[in-house]
């Protein structure tokens, strides 16, 4: 704000503080609207994640009952979980479907952990320069809402023997970039790199999820999308 050229609005008395507080409250706004959105992503991931593991159906109690039940659990150590020999795939064993699922799957958690890193340095960001004082640090360890890394514990983004998030990465590329830096302003081009990152879903790879999405609908004879 303080570098920004009002031009004859300068004039105007206290248009730059009032300029300032008002695009503070906006910041905060958004701020607490795009930690919501990360927070819904975070959990959806998770529910994938979840899902993803699954996907065997096993037979519980008698065989022999009238009336057939079924778990997530096995009570049966000879039960391989394709529930009961109910055929659901035409071809292909359940198993090569459970590797398709974790391959949609891994492509989400890579991208949310991508993401994560957006989201610490947008979260980060300062209509201007502290006066007086440090300013807040935002880094990569720190959680960014309550029970953040219990979640990524559950998708596998959290590492137990280093008590932080695992670094993001884009698939086949591994990266130690942890963020350690205080609030800041970005330029427009770096903010701009920053919005086409998270559009552009670069972990996310959407002709081989239609190919996936097209093998289940025909096995199982039912429409996806």
């Known amino acids: 704000m303080p570098s920004m050229d009002f031009g004859v609005l300068k004039e105007m008395p206290n248009i730059q503080k009032k300029s300032y507080k008002k695009l503070s409250l906006r910041q905060e706004l958004y701020g607490e609207r795009f930690l919501s959105s990360y927070k819904n992503l975070v959990n959806i991931v998770s529910d994938m994640v979840n899902a993803s593991r699954s996907m065997r159906c096993y037979l519980k109690g008698s065989a022999a009952s009238p009336i057939l039940q079924f778990g997530n ?40 952990s991508l993401k994560r890193l957006l989201v610490v340095e947008l979260l980060s960001l ?20 309550p029970g953040e890394f219990d979640d990524l514990c559950s998708n ?70």
């Not at 698939?171 to 302003?185: L, M």
């Not at 970005?186 to 790199?193: D, P, Y």
Request: with cysteine; net charge negative.
């Open 126 to 145: 300062c209509c201007e320069e502290p006066s007086g004082g440090e300013a807040d640090m935002s880094t990569w360890s720190d959680e960014i809402y």
């Open 156 to 225: 596998g983004l959290f590492s137990k023997e280093s008590s932080q998030p695992l670094p993001p990465k884009i698939k086949h590329w591994e990266s130690d970039i942890f963020t350690v830096r205080q609030n800041h302003n970005l330029n427009r081009e770096t903010l701009q790199n920053y919005l086409t990152t998270w559009l552009a879903e670069g972990n996310i790879d959407m002709i081989r999820i239609d190919e996936i999405f097209h093998l289940v609908e025909g096995e199982m004879q039912v429409r996806l999308s």
């Open 73 to 112: 659990h096995s009570e049966d150590k000879n039960d391989s979980g394709v529930g009961g020999g109910v055929p659901v795939f035409s071809f292909y064993s359940i198993s090569y479907f459970e590797n398709l699922g974790q391959e949609l799957v891994e492509m989400f958690v890579l991208e949310l």
